[in-house]
């Protein structure tokens, strides 16, 4: 069932889980499905997520539309996020088009100027009833090896203290050395700063780069704070890893649907193992 996500981080925060967020490719059924399903059958909580770039192909509307279809087809909460919107206008565009929680990410601005756009998104998608997520600390990008290329993501508590004395959103991703893409060795991830961030603060709270992150670092963060884990990187590898590997080895005979089917059903099953290590199974 289709809706958003405000309570359900508020709970996942109280109760010490998190909901995953998943990269959804820009409106690619087989992977939207494989999300549903997965969550469906592990009663969880679950987040569809979007990145602009990546609809691209397929249109932001689509990516709507298959997702509310898929959404209404199961009967635990579902979520549509607009991830990493990077201005009021794609922020307006996505709740216009029916995304039922908005990223608005201003963490390459000043907190003064982060937290002016952030608070102008909010005030739109109260109009919506749509909940918000905000940034600060720039996420660390890597390239093809896993080599950093910035490394800007490394917040100081007080100037998340800071930004929250001058917005609210509903909840908050903080930089703490997490990254897109995969990691090249051990991530030097920062659980000091969660530590400090909740002794002031009770929002929900977004890790985001969790692919190849280990999985204690994220149970730990977990009980932090961390009411959102995100995976992207990993969940795209294995969608064309599944593909390949259907188109290798079934009798297809050119059907393409048989090896969506095949990669949606491996996929669900990774999909799941993401639902369990966030310790939202159950939950819905």
């Not at 600390?137 to 390239?143: A, K, V």
Request: glycine content about 10%; aromatic content about 8%.
């Amino acid at each position: 069932m289709l809706v958003t996500n405000k309570e359900n981080l508020y709970q996942a925060r109280k109760s010490g889980y998190a909901i995953p967020a998943i990269n959804t490719q820009g409106g690619n059924y087989d992977i939207i499905w494989a999300v549903c399903r997965a969550a469906d059958e592990l009663k969880s909580p679950i987040i569809l997520a979007h990145y602009v770039s990546t609809g691209a192909y397929s249109g932001n509307d689509w990516f709507v539309q298959v997702s509310k279809w898929c959404a209404n087809k199961v009967s635990v909460p579902v979520s549509i996020h607009l991830d990493h919107g990077d201005s009021f206008a794609i922020c307006k565009e996505a709740l216009e088009l029916g995304f039922t929680s908005i990223m608005i990410d201003g963490s390459t601005m000043s907190i003064k100027e982060n937290a002016k756009l952030t608070n102008q998104v909010i005030g739109e998608a109260k109009k919506f009833d749509v909940p918000v997520e905000a940034e600060i600390g720039e996420l660390l990008r890597l390239d093809g090896a896993g080599q950093a290329l910035e490394n800007k993501n490394l917040v100081n508590p007080e100037q998340v203290k800071e930004f929250l004395s001058y917005c609210q959103p509903d909840s908050l991703a903080i930089g703490i050395g997490n990254a897109h893409g995969y990691y090249k060795g051990e991530p030097d991830i920062k659980l000091e700063i969660l530590e400090a961030v909740k002794e002031f603060t009770d929002i929900p709270l977004v890790l985001h780069g969790c692919t190849g992150m280990a999985e204690g670092i994220i149970k730990k963060a977990i009980s932090l704070g961390i009411a959102k884990i995100n995976f992207g990187t990993e969940i795209r590898y294995k969608y064309v890893q599944h593909y390949s590997e259907g188109l290798n080895t079934l009798d297809h005979q050119g059907h393409s649907w048989k090896l969506s089917q095949y990669a949606n059903e491996k996929l669900t099953e990774d999909i799941k193992g993401i639902i369990r290590l966030a310790g939202s199974e159950g939950k819905a």
